[in-house]
């Protein structure tokens, strides 16, 4: 065997690409820094673990998205995972789940990645809807302070139906003031 030839060997044995469908995950490696990092609590990338156990990237990668998926590591955020979830998993499980993990396909891998946009989107607007909230209770506050009547909750409009409310709303009391008779000396109605 040339030199060349058991170069690429090595390479191939020890960093196998994410291409190839017979790339081989140390299992055993995986476990166990798995388990360490559930010991920890730390926040770790798929490369962490590919550089630790000196596998590819893109293979850990998918390994630890089906096992996210499988609810075995908790997904903090793109690309970034916590194994805490992992610290109880004996071996046999682990094995079972990852054999599962690693049978994703395209559809499914599209269908995961989608789920997880949809859920940091969901936690950017409950951001934004919680700001909004803390804004208007900052202005309420405000307005309270000095004695303003903020009025009533304005109804939103899925709930209104378009039939007109059979409760008519009260005139605030600056209005009130100008449309009663005893203000003016008259009707009210400009008809004198």
Same mark, same amino acid.
């Given at each position: 065997? @040339?030199?060349?030839? /058991?170069? #690429?060997?090595?390479?191939?044995? !020890?960093?196998?690409?994410? @291409?190839?469908?017979?790339?081989? +995950?140390?299992?055993? =490696?995986?476990?166990?820094? +798995?388990?360490?990092?559930?010991? /920890?609590?730390? *926040?770790?990338?798929? %490369?962490?673990?590919?550089?630790?156990?000196?596998?590819?990237?893109?293979?850990?990668? $998918?390994? +630890?998205?089906?096992?996210?998926? =499988?609810?075995? +590591? =908790?997904? %903090?955020?793109?690309?970034?995972?916590?194994?805490?979830?992992?610290?109880?998993?004996?071996?046999?499980?682990?094995?079972?789940?990852?054999?599962?993990?690693?049978?994703?396909?395209?559809?499914?891998?599209?269908?995961? /990645?989608?789920?997880?946009?949809?859920?940091?989107?969901?936690? %950017?607007?409950?951001?934004?809807?919680?700001?909004?909230?803390?804004? $208007?209770?900052?202005?309420?506050?405000?307005?309270?302070?000095?004695?303003?009547?903020?009025?009533?909750?304005?109804?939103?409009?899925? #709930? @209104?139906?378009?039939?007109?409310?059979? *409760?008519? !709303?009260?005139?605030?009391? =600056?209005?009130?003031? %100008?449309?009663?008779?005893?203000?003016?000396?008259? @009707?009210?109605?400009? /008809?004198?």
């Amino acid at each position: 065997m @040339s030199l060349k030839r /058991s170069h #690429a060997a090595g390479i191939r044995t !020890s960093f196998p690409s994410g @291409s190839e469908s017979g790339g081989k +995950l140390g299992r055993q =490696e995986l476990y166990d820094e +798995l388990k360490k990092l559930a010991q /920890s609590g730390q *926040v770790f990338a798929p %490369v962490d673990i590919a550089l630790a156990i000196g596998a590819s990237e893109a293979l850990v990668s $998918r390994s +630890l998205l089906g096992l996210a998926a =499988e609810g075995y +590591l =908790e997904k %903090v955020d793109t690309g970034k995972y916590r194994a805490t979830p992992f610290a109880e998993i004996p071996q046999a499980e682990f094995l079972k789940a990852l054999a599962r993990a690693s049978k994703t396909d395209s559809t499914r891998q599209r269908d995961l /990645s989608e789920i997880a946009r949809l859920k940091q989107n969901n936690d %950017v607007m409950r951001t934004k809807l919680l700001a909004a909230i803390a804004e $208007r209770d900052h202005y309420l506050a405000a307005l309270r302070q000095h004695g303003i009547d903020a009025g009533p909750a304005p109804v939103p409009a899925a #709930a @209104s139906t378009g039939a007109p409310s059979a *409760v008519p !709303s009260p005139p605030s009391p =600056e209005l009130a003031a %100008v449309d009663s008779p005893n203000s003016s000396g008259g @009707s009210g109605d400009g /008809s004198s």
